[in-house]
């Protein structure tokens, strides 16, 4: 692995040493230490790196949910129970419909099977008679 350092050489992340050779060859980093391992491509040979340093400082801010993101933990939460009738829930369902104005967000997301996310479709919950066993909330 290669140690990836940001500009202002604060640790970043680890990367395979290929994809830290292919930053140092776009002038996206500095090299800071090499290892004895050689890496081969049709036109040149080079050492692997072992600490690269990138050239410009890349800001960690606070990470952004997306749906795909927050959907393991939405079933982690509800300890994939489905939270309209208690089956083993598989899916997430959007308690206000995402076509509504909902969001991705922990308190419109909650785990549900297959055949209550089919029944309630883009419905809200009162058009689809359907109640929740309990409120989503943040964990």
Not at 12 to 26: N, W
Not at 99 to 105: I, V
Request: charged share 25%; proline share 6%.
């Amino acid at each position: 692995r290669t140690l990836v350092l940001n500009a202002d050489y604060s640790p970043l992340s680890a990367c395979h040493p290929v994809r830290g050779a292919l930053l140092l060859r776009e002038n996206k980093a500095h090299e800071v230490e090499s290892t004895d391992i050689l890496l081969f491509s049709e036109k040149l040979s080079l050492r692997a790196p072992a600490v690269i340093v990138l050239t410009q400082y890349q800001s960690i801010g606070k990470p952004r949910r997306t749906g795909n993101s927050t959907r393991p933990r939405i079933l982690q939460r509800d300890a994939y129970v489905c939270q309209y009738c208690g089956g083993v829930a598989r899916t997430v369902d959007h308690v206000v419909p995402k076509s509504d104005g909902g969001r991705d967000t922990w308190t419109n997301m909650v785990a549900c099977c297959a055949k209550c996310n089919a029944r309630k479709g883009a419905l809200s919950l009162k058009q689809s008679g359907m109640r929740l066993l309990r409120e989503p909330l943040e964990p």
